[in-house]
């Protein structure tokens, strides 16, 4: 079976080239085949979740919705619904869940590494690294708040709009848009400076 011809197998394929790549750079550095390191894990899982949300986010912003309003003023086109009817719910159902995935992963990061109080304090608890905690508290911050505006802001308006959720009519309908347009934009905003602070905890702020 070709797995380039399901997601699924596009995941298993890629997990276990990693799996080999890493085996194969433990043995030439003199590690152990198998040198499992925990934190190491969950930062990849972390980043690559992350890298999920975010891309289906800019999608969502920069590609999807100006696609929907050009095929909506677009009289003689195929206009708007099959991107609503055929590729809006799953690329929801990925990012919604790996918004969810990202959090977790990077607030276990953070547990282990005992940065988590830190990083939600700005650095400022009791034995908290400031030259750290700031820079990654912001980031976590931002990121929380579009985790939250995810799952309960677009969340439940998306489903009004797909027919998922009972609407109160075209009123509520067209504010459940309204609501989604601007949210998705502002998570959009808030995605650039959590990314430069998420970075900046270990590299340095950028600007």
Known sequence: MNPLHSIKGVWIAGLLLSALLAMIVHLFSGDGLLDFDELALVRWAHILAGILWVGLLYYFNFVQMPAI?????????????????????????????????????????????????????????????????????????????????????????????????KSEGEADLARAKRTIATVARINAVLSIPMLMFMVAAGHGVAL
């Open 69 to 165: 309003a050009a095929a909506t003023a677009d009289p003689g086109g195929p206009g708007p619904a099959a991107i609503g009817k055929y590729i809006l719910p799953r690329a929801l159902l990925w990012f919604r869940w790996a918004a969810l995935a990202t959090w977790l992963t990077g607030a276990w990061y953070l547990a282990r590494t005992d940065q988590l109080l830190a990083a939600f304090t700005l650095g400022l608890s009791r034995g908290g690294d400031t030259a750290y905690g700031l820079p990654m508290g912001i980031g976590v911050w931002l990121g929380t708040i579009l985790l939250i505006n995810v799952w309960f802001v677009l969340w439940p308006n998306q489903k009004k709009v797909m027919g998922l959720a």
